[in-house]
């Protein structure tokens, strides 16, 4: 049965690979739609006809591409995994093509609307002080919202200026965060009544003074945007987005901005130079008389 390859490739990405739980539970599901794809097929006869034939199922289902391109590196790091442990002799996805994807430009804020967000809570509550703090920290230092969320206090260096984050794969990097950000952290853990917290390291904390989640975060940061009026389609990343292009405009080179963001791979990060010449683009065809 392939069950029990499953739940051993997934072992090995919890234990060895350290990959994050929100990638494990999209694995667990591409696997479960590809095991009732092939029926009760023994693992050793699946073919890439088995695998087209899944992927063509996906496609009727009108998945998008990115969706389809995701459940096919799943079904290659399962393959790759049962070929080098043995369990399987030849490799039933090398002959797939991954479609191809464009690239969507990612959605940012101007400078004046950084600011215009960051200072919408109130901060004369408790509540305000922390949402101050989160848009703070968000912008300063790029971090994803799982990274934020996962912040404990030790990891906030007031001193040296610097956050020790735990990324993607549990990796984990140090990251600059400017004063603003940290008196916006210092003034709501200020405030904060230490009586019955359940997680006393966490720094950002819920009603029930526990950690926040991701979907708390993200529903902080709707508040202010409605508040606020931005029309765009913002999202906690827009900030991270933010951040990356900012940086770029005012001359950071891409490595450094590469190093910052947490990225494995320096392509992830070029998305932001084509931002910064699309904005250019734009500039040149308001202004230049002959454009």
Not at 22 to 30: E, L
Not at 44 to 50: A, R, V
């Amino acid at each position: 049965m392939i069950d029990r390859y499953i739940q051993k490739f997934i072992t090995y990405l919890e234990i060895e690979k350290n990959v994050s739980s929100h990638t494990i539970i999209n694995y667990k599901i591409d696997l479960r739609e590809f095991k009732d794809s092939i029926k009760d097929k023994p693992i050793e006869n699946i073919t890439h006809i088995d695998l087209r034939l899944f992927l063509a199922r996906m496609k009727e289902k009108n998945l998008s591409k990115r969706s389809i391109a995701r459940k096919m590196a799943c079904l290659r790091s399962f393959f790759k995994f049962l070929c080098r442990e043995g369990y399987i002799k030849s490799n039933p996805t090398v002959s797939l093509q991954t479609p191809k994807i464009e690239r969507r430009l990612p959605i940012f804020l101007g400078i004046d609307q950084v600011v215009k967000l960051i200072e919408a809570p109130d901060s004369s509550s408790l509540d305000g002080l922390r949402d101050r703090a989160i848009l703070e920290t968000l912008y300063s230092s790029g971090l994803r919202v799982g990274e934020l969320v996962g912040l404990n206090r030790e990891d906030i260096d007031f001193i040296g200026g610097v956050l020790k984050v735990y990324g993607k794969g549990k990796k984990e990097r140090l990251v600059p965060i400017g004063d603003k950000a940290l008196k916006a952290i210092r003034d709501y853990l200020g405030k904060l009544d230490m009586t019955d917290i359940k997680e006393k390291r966490a720094v950002f904390l819920n009603k029930s003074k526990r950690r926040m989640t991701d979907r708390a975060v993200r529903r902080v940061v709707e508040k202010y945007i409605k508040k606020i009026s931005l029309s765009e389609k913002i999202s906690p990343h827009s900030l991270r987005h933010s951040f990356a292009t900012h940086l770029l405009d005012r001359g950071a080179d891409l490595r450094s901005v590469q190093e910052l963001l947490g990225h494995a791979n320096l392509s992830t990060t070029q998305i932001y130079t084509h931002v910064s010449t699309e904005r250019l683009k734009s500039i040149y065809e308001k202004v230049h008389p002959r454009a």
